[in-house]
C-alpha cells in the first residue's frame, strides 16, 4: 500500500489524563467513550436476559420474585434498544464519518460532547433506578393504564420517563450534528454520491431521529403530567384515552427500528465489498432504498396495534405498508448478495458476521412480512412468535452487524490485530446460539405462549422449547464473553495492525491507526466512492470508470 | 503539521483545498457536490459539555424527587448555555480573540435543524389535541366547561405579532452596524413579550378550569404552557442577546447570536398563532 498517514500530528502531545477525557471534544475519544459505554450497558442487558431465560428455563420456576422479573425485561428491552444499539451505533457513526469524509472533527464538538455525558449520565440515572429497586417494569413500551398513576404508584415509570427524555436529548443533539457534519463539511469533491454507503445511513437515520424522538418526548411529557400533576391524556375518567400513548409512541417506536438496523446496513454496505474484492453492486440502489425505507418507516407504526380495535381500512393501510417496506430492504439484500457473487471472498470475521446478518435477519424480516398480515397478528400478537421476530431482527440483524462494523475497525481504533481463531469462534456461538434461543420462540409462540408472562404450567407442553432458548442463551453469553477476552487482549497485546489491515478503499484507512488528532495532515481530495483504490490503481481508477459517479 | 498526507491527488489539489495550518482549521463543503465553500475553525477542550448534561441530571433526578433540585439543576443548564453562547456571541475583532465554533453558516444550519425538531414537537401535540377532539370526545368543550373568551388571547396575539416588528429592526439595525437600533429593538421586544407572558399568567388565574379538571383542561394548559415555556427560552436569548449588545459586541459581521434570537422569536410567534386558531378560534 502506498498510503501514509497523519502520523505524529499533535498525538502523543501528552499522556490522555482522566481530565483530557472529561473534556474532550475529539470525536474519535467521544465514538470510543459511546460504543465502550455500549458494551458495558450490552453486558448488563445480557445478564437481564440470562437471568430471564433462567426463570423460563423450566416450568413452574420461582428464581425471581414476580415483581424483579418485570422490573427485569423492562430493563432488558430498555438497555438493549436505548443504552445498547442507540448509542454504539452512535458511537460507531462519531469515529467513522469524519474520518471517512475526510474531515478533522464534527461540525459542533462541544455538543458532540453532551450528546456523550446525556447518555452516559442517563443510562446511569436508569441503572440507579434498577439498584434501588426502582426500575421501570410496564414493558419497555411503557403502556397506559398500566404505566398511569392508578396502577403505577412508584417511581419505577417515572424512571422510565426522565430516562427516557435525557436519552432524547442525547440522540437529538447527536442527529443535528450528523446532518450538518455530513451535508456540511465533506472533503473537497465528495458529492453526495461519492460518500462511502455507511456515511449514507448515518444522514439518513439522523433525518429519521431528528422526526421520530419528539413524538416519544411528548408521549413521556405527557404521561409525566398525567402521573405528577393530574391531568387526564390518557385517562377515560377524564375524557383523555390510553390508545393516544400507543400511537404517539409507535410514531417514535417504529421509526426507531430503522434507527436501530440503517446504519448497521450501511456497515455492512462497506464490509460486503472489502471482503469481496468488487465494488459494492448498485451504489445508487443501496443508498437510496436507505432513503425509501425512512420514508417508509413513518408510514407503518399501527401495525404494532392491530388488536386494539381500528377500523379495517386503517389496517389494510398500514400492513400494506409494512409489507412495501420488504422492497428495498430486499433491494439491499440482493445488492450484497450481487456484490460477493464472483468476488474472491475472505471469510474474516467481520465477514462472517456480516453473512451471519444475511441468514438471521432474512429469517427475522421474512416473519416481519408474516406478522404485518392482519389476520395472522390477530393470532401471534404479544406471543412468542413477536418476540422470535424481534429478536431476530435486533439481534441477529443489529447486534451481529455491529459486532462485524466492531471486528471490522477495531484494528482502527485500536492499531492492533484480534485473535482471528477466537473471532471465529464468537461467530459460531452466536450463529449457533442465536438460532436455538430464537427459533424456539417462533415455535413457541405458534404454540401459544404469550410474551412477558412469569412462569408456565407444565401442562402447556412449552417446556422443552423453552429449555432449548435458554441454552442457547447461555451460548450466547459464552460467545459474549469469548468476544470481550479477544478484544480485550488484543488491544493490549495484539500485534500492530497498520494504517490498511483489510487492504480497503475509504478515507478512514488513509490515515494510520488510531488516528492521530485531527485525524489527518492535510485535508484529502476526492474523485469517487473509493479514493484508496483510485490511488493504488491510478489506471483503473473508479472515477474513470464511471463507478458511483452518478450525479443527482 | 510537519508531516504530509500521501495522497497523491491530494497534494495536487492541496493549493485550492488545504486549509490554514493548525489541526482545528478546516474546510466546509457545500450539502450536494462538495465543493470547499467555507473555512472552519474547531473548538479545543471543554468541561462545558459535561457541566451541561450534569445540570441536566440533576434536573431529571429533580423531577423524580423534589421540584428544589429541579430548580437548582435548571440553573445549572441556563449558566451552562448562557456560557457555551458566550463566544459566539462576541465579535472577533483581533487574532488573538476565540472564533466561533464552526462558521456562522454551520451554525444557522444547526439551528434551523433545531428548529425543525422543536416544530415536529408542536405538531404531535397538536395532533394529540385533535385526536382526542375529533375522535375521542362525544362534545367539545365537554359538558360543564365553559367555553374560552377570546378578547385576552385576541391582545396577546397581538402582542406577539405586533413584538415581530421590533426584532426584526434590532435584527436590520445590527446588519448595518447601527448598535442604538440594536439595543432599543430587542428592549422593545423583551417588553412585548413580558407583558403577553403577565397577561397569559392573568388568563390562568381567571380561567374556570385548572389541568385537573378534564381532557379539556389538560390540553388547554399543556398546550399554552408549553408555548409559554418556549416564549420565556425566547426572552432569556433575547435578553442575553441584549446584554452583549449593551457593552457593543455585535457588529455588522458577526452577530449570529442575535439572528439566532430573531429566528426563535418569529417560530414561537408563527407557533403561537396557529395555537391561537386551534385551541380559541377552531
Known amino acids: 500500500m502506498a498510503t501514509t498517514l497523519g502520523h505524529g500530528a499533535g498525538a ?14 475529539d470525536h474519535k475519544k467521544i465514538g470510543l467513550m459511546y460504543i465502550l459505554g455500549g458494551i ?131 440522540s437529538t443533539a447527536g442527529a443535528i450534528n450528523f446532518i450538518v457534519t455530513i451535508l456540511r463539511m465533506r472533503a473537497p469533491g465528495m458529492g453526495i454520491n461519492q460518500m462511502p454507503l455507511f456515511v ?30 393530574g391531568t387526564s391524556w390518557y385517562d377515560p375518567a377524564g375524557g383523555g384515552d390510553p390508545i393516544l400513548w400507543q400511537h404517539l409512541f409507535w410514531n417514535f417506536g417504529h421509526p426507531e427500528v430503522y434507527i436501530l438496523i440503517l446504519p448497521v446496513m450501511g456497515m455492512l454496505s462497506e464490509i460486503f ?17 436507505t432513503v425509501a425505507i425512512g420514508v417508509l418507516s413513518y408510514t407503518v407504526w399501527a401495525h404494532h396495534m392491530f388488536t386494539v380495535g381500528m377500523p379495517l381500512l386503517s389496517q389494510a393501510f398500514f400492513a400494506a405498508n ?88 477495531f484494528p482502527k481504533m485500536s492499531g492492533r490485530l484480534f485473535d482471528e481463531r477466537l473471532g471465529r469462534w464468537h461467530f459460531w456461538l452466536w450463529f449457533v446460539g442465536g438460532n436455538l434461543t430464537f427459533m424456539p420462540m417462533y415455535f413457541l409462540g405458534l404454540l401459544g405462549m404469550p410474551r412477558r408472562y412469569y412462569t408456565y404450567d407444565a401442562a402447556r407442553g412449552w417446556d422443552f422449547w423453552n429449555l432449548v432458548a435458554t441454552v442457547g442463551a447461555y451460548m450466547l453469553a459464552a460467545g459474549t464473553l469469548v468476544a470481550l477476552y479477544n478484544l480485550w487482549h488484543a488491544w493490549r497485546r495484539g500485534p500492530e495492525a497498520g494504517p490498511n489491515p483489510w487492504d480497503a478503499w475509504t478515507l478512514e484507512w488513509a490515515t494510520s491507526s488510531p488516528p492521530p488528532d485531527y485525524n489527518f495532515a492535510r485535508l484529502p481530495s476526492v474523485k469517487s466512492a473509493r479514493p484508496l483504490w483510485d490511488e493504488a490503481y491510478p489506471e483503473q481508477a473508479d472515477w474513470k470508470q464511471g463507478y458511483h459517479d452518478e450525479r443527482l | 503539521m510537519a508531516q504530509r498526507f500521501a495522497m497523491p491527488r491530494i497534494d495536487a489539489d492541496a493549493d485550492q483545498a488545504s486549509p490554514p495550518a493548525g489541526g482545528q482549521q478546516t474546510l466546509g463543503s457545500s450539502p450536494f457536490s462538495g465543493e470547499p465553500d467555507q473555512e472552519i475553525h474547531l473548538p479545543g477542550p471543554s468541561a462545558l459539555p459535561l457541566v451541561l448534561a450534569f445540570g441536566l441530571l440533576v434536573l431529571a433526578a429533580g423531577a423524580l424527587l423534589n421540584y428544589y433540585i429541579a430548580g437548582i439543576g435548571l440553573l445549572i443548564c441556563v449558566g451552562t448555555i448562557v456560557a457555551w453562547a458566550r463566544p459566539a456571541l462576541a465579535p472577533v475583532t483581533d487574532a488573538t480573540a476565540e472564533p466561533l465554533e464552526g462558521g456562522d453558516d454551520l451554525n444557522w444550519w444547526g439551528l434551523l435543524w433545531f428548529l ?118 425566547g426572552l432569556g436569548m433575547l435578553s442575553v442577546a441584549l446584554w452583549h449588545a449593551a457593552r457593543g459586541r455585535f457588529s455588522a459581521e458577526r452577530h449570529f447570536g442575535v439572528q439566532a434570537a430573531e429566528l426563535y422569536w418569529h417560530f414561537v410567534d408563527v407557533v403561537w398563532v396557529v395555537l391561537f386558531v386551534l385551541l380559541y378560534v377552531l
Open chain 1, 12 to 25: 502523543q502531545a501528552g499522556p490522555p489524563t482522566w481530565l483530557a477525557w472529561l473534556t474532550t471534544t
Open chain 1, 40 to 170: 458495558f450497558f450490552f453486558l448488563i442487558g445480557g445478564i437481564d436476559a440470562a437471568l430471564i431465560r433462567t426463570q423460563l428455563a423450566a416450568s413452574n420456576m420461582k428464581l425471581l420474585h414476580p415483581d424483579l422479573y418485570n422490573e427485569i425485561f423492562t430493563m432488558h428491552g430498555l438497555i438493549m434498544i436505548f443504552l445498547f444499539a442507540t448509542p454504539t451505533i452512535a458511537g460507531f457513526g462519531n469515529y467513522l464519518v469524519p474520518l471517512m469524509i475526510g474531515q478533522r472533527d464534527m461540525a459542533f464538538p462541544r455538543l458532540n460532547a453532551l450528546s456523550l455525558w446525556a447518555f452516559l449520565l442517563g443510562g446511569l440515572l436508569l441503572l440507579v433506578g434498577q439498584a434501588t429497586g426502582n426500575a421501570p417494569n410496564a414493558g419497555w413500551f411503557n403502556y397506559v393504564p398500566l404505566s398511569g398513576p392508578r396502577f403505577s404508584r412508584g417511581l419505577n415509570v417515572d424512571f422510565w420517563i426522565v430516562g427516557t427524555t435525557l436519552l432524547t436529548i442525547s
Open chain 1, 200 to 229: 449514507w445511513t448515518v444522514l439518513v437515520t439522523a433525518f429519521i431521529i431528528v422526526v421520530a424522538f419528539p413524538p416519544l418526548s411528548v408521549s413521556a411529557a405527557l404521561l409525566y403530567l398525567d402521573r405528577n400533576l
Open chain 1, 273 to 289: 465489498p472489502v471482503f469481496s474484492r468488487k465494488p459494492i453492486f448498485g451504489y445508487l440502489f443501496v443508498a437510496w432504498s
Open chain 1, 322 to 409: 409494512t409489507n412495501l417496506v420488504a422492497v428495498p430492504t430486499a433491494v439491499k439484500i440482493f445488492n450484497w448478495l450481487a456484490t460477493m457473487w464472483g468476488g474472491k471472498l475472505r471469510l474474516a470475521t467481520p465477514m462472517l458476521f456480516a453473512i451471519g446478518f444475511l441468514g438471521m435477519f432474512l429469517l427475522g424480516g421474512i416473519a416481519g412480512v408474516v406478522v404485518a398480515t392482519v389476520p395472522v397478528d390477530w393470532q401471534v400478537h404479544d406471543s412468542y412468535f413477536v418476540v422470535a421476530h424481534f429478536h431476530y431482527v435486533f439481534f441477529g440483524g443489529t447486534a451481529f452487524g455491529l459486532f462485524a462494523g466492531l471486528y471490522y475497525w
Open chain 2, 116 to 233: 425543525l425538531t422543536e416544530a415536529v414537537l408542536f405538531a404531535y401535540l397538536i395532533a394529540a389535541y385533535l385526536y382526542i377532539r375529533a375522535v375521542i370526545a362525544p362534545e367539545w368543550p365537554p359538558e360543564g366547561t365553559e367555553r374560552l373568551h377570546l378578547t385576552l388571547p385576541a391582545i396577546n396575539t397581538g402582542l406577539l405579532l405586533l413584538s415581530s416588528l421590533p426584532i426584526r429592526y434590532a435584527g436590520r439595525s445590527i446588519q448595518r452596524g447601527q448598535q442604538r437600533g440594536l439595543v432599543v429593538g430587542l428592549a422593545l421586544t423583551i417588553l412585548l413579550g413580558a407583558l403577553f407572558i403577565v397577561l397569559q399568567g392573568y388568563e390562568y388565574a381567571v380561567a374556570g378550569f385548572t389541568p385537573q379538571t378534564n381532557v379539556f383542561g389538560s390540553i388547554f394548559y399543556t398546550l399554552t404552557g408549553f408555548h409559554g415555556a418556549h416564549v420565556l427560552i
